[in-house]
Each structure stands twice: as C-alpha cells, then as structure tokens.
C-alpha cells in the first residue's frame, strides 16, 4: 500500500473533548499542562471549551457541544488536517445519547492516523513526549486510490428506459403510432 506524509507543525492543532462525568478531570489535567498546551492552537467542544478558557486563561476555539455536532465537526476538521491530535476523555461507562458520533470521531482519528488519547495516563504520555516540541510526519495510506476507484457499474451506460428516447418519455399518442 502506498502512503502519503502529513506534517505536523511544532505547534500542534489540539482537540480536547470530555463527557460530562470526565469534564473536571481533564480542566485538571489542562491546568496541569498549562504552559505545555500555551504555545498550541487549541479546539474544545462546548462547556468543555468555556470551562477551560476559563481556567487556562488563554484562547480556546469552541465548537458546538458534542450532542449537537461538536463531535462531527470534530471529526471534519481532523479529515481536513485541521486537528493534529485528540484528547477525548471518555466515560466508558455511562452510554450517550450521541455514541454514534463519539465512535465516528474516534474512527476518524484512526483512519487518519492522529494520536489519541481517552485518558489521563494516555494524555499525559502524548503530552510530554519529544515528538510535542518537533515536526513529525505522520503517514497516511494514500486514499487516492480509493477515491479514483472503479465502482462496478458507474462506468457502463444507463440501460434504455421503456418509453424514453434520448432523455425525453414519449406521450402515449407516440407509443400508440409506433405500435400501428
């Protein structure tokens, strides 16, 4: 399989997300990485976002709350290189009425191949490693291939439609002629 490199810049493009219940563990775990997280561009769906501009005391891009489309949008901006890498502190163990967004995110992330973290030992190896304070390509399978992909039966002619000749139906009067 072929694959293509995307460039992370030095300073990172960060998504931070969190449930309900995991919302004061990852301001905590925010505030501990303060000066870390500083010199990055920072996205947050939601309360989260509101909660930790407040405490962080710098800017952050606050998309809408995950049950309204924050996951989504998200998982748009990691699909446009918009969003290097993902902290999402889940709570694995209360459903969501939007868990079907929370997996399509996550499967964007894998898909394109961005780190993620779902918890605090995660977020903190993420965090501190050497690769935060360099540029890093990361590979991606080359999805052109998929893109320009042969899909069976898109290629061959529309089969003729009784009663159409050259995109035009004819009226009943032309069907009863032709028959006489």
């Known amino acids: 399989m072929a694959y293509k490199k995307i460039r992370m810049e030095l300073n990172k493009k960060i998504a931070l997300v969190a449930h309900d219940n995991k919302k004061i563990e990852l301001v905590e775990w925010a505030k501990f990485n303060r000066d ?36 989504q949008q998200i998982g748009a901006k990691i699909v446009d290189n918009e969003i290097d890498f993902l902290i999402f502190f889940w709570d694995p163990l209360e459903q969501q009425a939007h868990d079907p967004d929370i997996k399509a995110l996550l499967r964007m992330a894998v898909v394109w191949n961005i780190p993620i973290a779902c918890d605090r030992a995660s977020a903190d190896f993420i965090i501190s490693s050497p690769l935060m304070d360099k540029t890093y390509d990361r590979l991606i399978p080359d999805y052109d291939v998929y893109r320009n992909r042969k899909v069976t039966g898109v290629e061959t002619p529309p089969l003729p439609i009784p009663g159409v000749t050259d995109g035009k139906r004819r009226r009943s009067t032309d069907a009863a002629a032709a028959t006489v």
């Open 36 to 71: 870390l997280l500083a010199h990055h561009k920072i996205f947050a769906t939601g309360t989260t976002g509101t909660l930790l501009e407040r405490e962080l005391k710098f800017p952050i891009t606050k998309l809408q709350s995950g049950p309204l489309g924050g996951d």
